[in-house]
């Protein structure tokens, strides 16, 4: 700790500087928002490094209030600050009048102490050290198999800084150190067969990956899907890889959990409140302060701590997320919710208000290894990736995907991979399909939204498969 | 500045070096049901620069617009090179491009940022107003934004691009409800212009169009599955070509052997009716721009061609390793990315006034199949080359006519299955919606083609 202490302290004192120059251009009550992040990236292609960056990113969001109305806008210069303040007033004359106080010290909660979210081993990390990873990675894959080409990945580290202060005296701010690395392949043994695919990708935010292992499964789960065969369609048993169960959570139920929507009638959860809305031994949870967790920080993007919420316990749903002016707004209690991401961005970031938005869930349930979750299967498939979870409707949760590689399960152990099918059904519904969770555990980084979820392979029963 | 970066770029022994300077104004709006959520005007400006040392590349960028960030960032851009320069195995290599020297500054007849936040409010309010007369529609959420992005390319071989483009989007999604059925639907208006768009794509007419498609939609039963056929309306249809053939063309794909269509050039992989085209050039469209993010001259390019295939989308160093002519395929979300090959505008041409179908014909002799429409997008496996799109609109055909609704169809195949399974075109290709293509970045684009009937693809439905 502590190198960054002084950066973090110049984005402080640049916030305050903000904060008072809004007030004094009228502003009733104002937060600023600024990060400050470095990232190194090393990627590869066809089996050989050929390209690395490095790139900064700062700016600054500013929300005013000003008789009730919420104003907002951003810069990247100090130099505009002024003039983006104006803009920002300008806009609070015709927005929506929204009841609620920006929180203070003590109304933001206690601010957790979260371990392993830094690590100053990544930060003294240079470029070379990336190049000399991904020799690794690269080695890896290629012992699997003679013929395998890597065709893409990569490594990535960086840090990031972010400062909060508003006028009612919050001034919180934290920092914290990534390193992730990713690696795809293709083998194709027969000119006329399809190409076997594979990829693997893992993150953390201590210097703590294991690079020989992500070569390796990315390189054997190619060698894995060659020859796929053609199965029979119908209601199967379908273990979802966590990437793919992710995928689907984000895009169904995640959404529909969200207090406006809730609240406004517009969610399947509408009025489920205290109801079952899954099998009775499935909790969900958000939890962004689990130690080392990638979906883990200290507090929110309004200044309000983190904080564990309960959103299904053994079935019952039991809570709602919400920001600070949802939370006004249907008389709640906020949630540490409030998270600034434009659309399809999967971080933080300076150019948006804060919304509700999950932020590192988790999925419990009966959890054993992976060969005992599969061991009573007599037929059924291991989904490991599916495309278009974003087409799913999400409102109602409908959703039907392709899976472009997936593996048979046949009389209790996983066999040959099969060609693509069609999975489809409805989310919220199939929660009450599940039936138990492998323990090969993963965090998930979202597709499109900044939202990390925690799981492990799970399976669900009767998901309607088309050939 | 930028001149004097290049200038010293060139100084430093590298290979070549490009940069982009980019200064961009716009504003964000969104107005849920009668209130304004977010009304953000913003502005940015940022510098990337990319070095080629022997074979390898390096890349910095910074929103630090002052001298001293700016050389830091070449010489950051120049050290990684060098660096990635020792490890390299397949060393990047460029084909051989002309310089070019221009000025586009495409001024809309009504700039944006002319126009005041009050008055793009007041047009998703009659937005809002006019979409929630329905009762049906629980919930309407309307956005609005824009933008004017200047944009300064230099490189160490002479070219020097400012280009400036603007443009507007207006789009709505829907919350429609009976009894316990809840249903999404969305649309989207806009282009590369000004405000003048709205004038021929009103967005308040096509928000009331959607709104009465949703409420129909209430009804919709679940759609049959299995493999049927298919008609599609030239917005589907888009983002069928967009999904199915654009991304497995892309020559980033093709070079690391995940495409299925890499060795293909000249095989005919669809039915001699599909020709393909990838057009940047079309003025107004959504997926428009002048010059690439390499500095190449945008241009038309016939990727099928009555069925065989003709190129693929490139880059300089894809273009380089085929052996190919570069076509000006390279795309930057903005400043602070790489630019990487994507598609632009792509389309599927209509079979013409002699072989073209009317869509009564298309559907004629379908007695079990499905009609679908509009989009909530979709994904590719160019490597395995299966797709997977959704419908946002469907209709079962019943001998040869168009019955009920059908709800959340969803379409998937294989693409060279596929293509060889269009049997009918309607006579004129028409553009569907604009549309972000996500690709690690976020680029808009514009898909269409005529009216298609597809003999038989996988359909997934919820009976």
């Known amino acids: 700790m502590g190198e960054l202490d002084d950066e973090l302290n110049v984005l402080l004192e640049r916030g305050r500087k903000a904060v008072k120059l809004a007030v004094k251009l009228g502003a009733d009550e104002a937060d600023v928002y600024l990060i400050s992040d470095i990232a190194t990236s090393i990627e590869i292609e066809n089996g050989s490094v050929n390209f690395s960056e490095k790139s900064t990113d700062n700016g600054i969001g500013l929300r005013v209030l000003k008789d009730g109305h919420v104003g907002f806008s951003y810069c990247t210069a100090e130099q505009e600050l002024e003039s983006t303040l104006k803009k920002a007033l300008t806009v609070a004359k015709f927005s929506k009048k929204i009841e609620f106080n920006l929180p203070t010290p003590e109304s933001a909660g206690k601010i957790p102490k979260i371990d392993k979210l830094f690590d100053k081993r990544i930060l003294d990390l240079e470029a070379q050290a990336g190049l000399d990873m991904s020799k690794v990675l690269l080695q890896s894959a290629e012992e699997v198999h003679e013929d395998i080409n890597i065709s893409g990945g990569g490594i990535g580290f960086g840090y990031d800084i972010t400062a909060l202060v508003n006028s009612a005296g919050l001034e919180a701010g934290y920092y914290g150190t990534g390193i992730g690395a990713s690696l795809s392949t293709v083998i194709q043994e027969d000119e006329d067969d399809v190409a076997g695919q594979g990829f693997e ?149 300076y150019h948006a208000l804060p919304d509700t938005v999950a932020r590192s869930i988790y999925l419990e349930t009966k959890t054993t290894n992976f060969d005992d979750l599969i061991a009573d299967i007599s037929d059924g498939i291991f989904v490991y990736s599916i495309m278009g979870a974003h087409t799913a409707n999400m409102v109602s949760g409908d959703f039907s995907v392709n899976s472009p590689t997936l593996f048979q399960i046949k009389n209790g152990e996983l066999g040959k991979p099969c060609k693509p099918v069609m999975l489809s059904g409805n989310m919220p519904e199939l929660m009450h399909s599940i039936t138990g969770m492998a323990d090969d555990f993963r965090m998930v980084d979202g597709d499109f939204h900044p939202t990390v979820i925690n799981l492990g392979s799970v399976r669900v029963e009767k998901v309607k498969v088309t050939t | 500045m930028e001149y004097k970066l290049i200038e010293l770029a060139s100084k430093m022994g590298v290979d070549y070096c490009d940069l982009r300077l980019d ?175 709205f004038k021929t794509d009103d967005p308040i007419e096509k928000g009331v169009e959607a709104a009465k498609v949703a409420v129909q939609m209430l009804d919709a039963k679940a759609s049959p599955s299995g493999r049927l056929p298919l008609v599609a309306d030239p917005e589907l249809t888009g983002v069928f070509v967009h999904e199915a053939i654009g991304h497995a063309v892309e020559a980033d794909h093709i070079v690391t052997h995940e495409s299925i269509l890499e060795g293909r050039i000249g095989e005919k992989i669809a039915d001699e009716k599909v020709t393909i085209i990838d057009d940047p050039t079309i003025e107004g469209s959504f997926g428009y721009y002048p010059y690439d993010d390499e500095g190449i001259p945008a241009q038309r390019k016939v990727l099928i061609e009555n ?142 083609g005529p009216f298609t009937r597809i003999n038989e693809v996988m359909i997934g439905g919820g009976e």
């Open chain 1, 201 to 349: 990708a893992f993150g953390s935010n201590m210097h703590e990956i294991d690079l020989n292992k992500i070569g390796r499964t990315a390189a054997e789960l190619a060698v894995k899907s060659l020859k796929p065969v053609s199965i029979e369609g119908g209601e199967l048993t379908v273990v979802f890889h966590p990437f793919s169960f992710s995928s689907l959570l984000e895009f169904t139920v995640i959404p529909s959990i969200y207090g406006e929507p809730v609240h406004k009638g517009e969610s399947v959860y509408s009025d489920k409140k205290d109801q079952m809305v899954s099998a009775e031994n499935v909790s969900l949870y958000d939890d962004p302060t689990v130690p080392g967790g990638i979906g883990s920080a200290p507090i929110d993007d309004e200044g309000l701590s983190s904080r564990r919420t309960v959103l299904i316990e053994s079935g019952v749903l039991k809570n709602f997320l919400y920001d600070i002016a949802t939370a006004a707004e249907f008389g709640q209690e906020p949630t540490g919710s409030g998270i600034r991401a434009e659309r399809w961005d999967t971080s933080s970031d």
């Open chain 2, 23 to 197: 200064k961009g104004e716009g504003s964000d709006l969104e107005v849920k049901n009668g209130e304004v959520k977010k009304a953000v005007p913003g502005k940015g400006a940022g510098l990337g620069v990319r070095v080629l040392y022997k074979g390898a590349w390096g890349f910095s960028c910074t929103n630090r617009l002052e001298w001293d960030s700016m050389k830091a960032v070449l010489e950051t851009a120049v050290a990684l090179a060098k660096s990635a320069s020792n490890v390299v195995l397949e060393k990047v290599q460029l084909a051989e491009v002309k310089s070019v020297q221009d000025k586009v500054i495409k001024k809309p007849a009504e700039n944006p940022l002319d126009i005041s936040l009050e008055t793009k409010h007041q047009l998703l309010t009659d937005m809002d107003k006019s979409i929630r007369d329905y009762p049906e529609i629980l919930t309407v959420t309307t956005g609005y934004s824009d933008g004017v992005k200047h944009s300064h390319f230099l490189n160490t071989e002479g070219t020097d691009l400012e280009v400036s483009t603007t443009y507007i989007v207006a789009q709505a999604n829907l919350i429609a409800k009976k009894d316990s059925t809840l249903l999404g639907f969305r649309m989207r208006a806009g282009g590369v212009g000004g405000y003048e768009i």
């Open chain 2, 307 to 448: 069925g065989v295939l003709k190129n693929y989308i490139l880059n300089r160093e894809t273009a380089y390793k085929l052996n190919m002519e570069p076509n000006g395929g390279a795309r930057a979300e903005s400043y602070n990315v790489k630019p990487l090959i994507r598609m632009s505008n792509t389309v599927i041409l209509g079979a013409g006034e002699q072989k073209g179908l009317e869509f009564e014909e298309l559907i004629e002799d379908i007695k079990h199949g499905i009609y679908a429409k509009g989009t909530r997008g979709g994904e590719v496996n160019p490597t395995r080359g299966s797709f997977q799109f959704n419908a946002q609109e469907a209709y079962l055909i019943e001998n040869g006519e168009v019955t009920k609704p059908l709800r959340d169809v969803s379409l998937s195949g294989f693409i060279l299955e596929t293509l060889n399974q269009i049997d009918g075109l309607g006579k004129n290709h028409q553009m569907g919606s604009p549309g972000y293509c996500g690709k690690g970045q976020m680029v808009p684009v514009g898909d269409g």
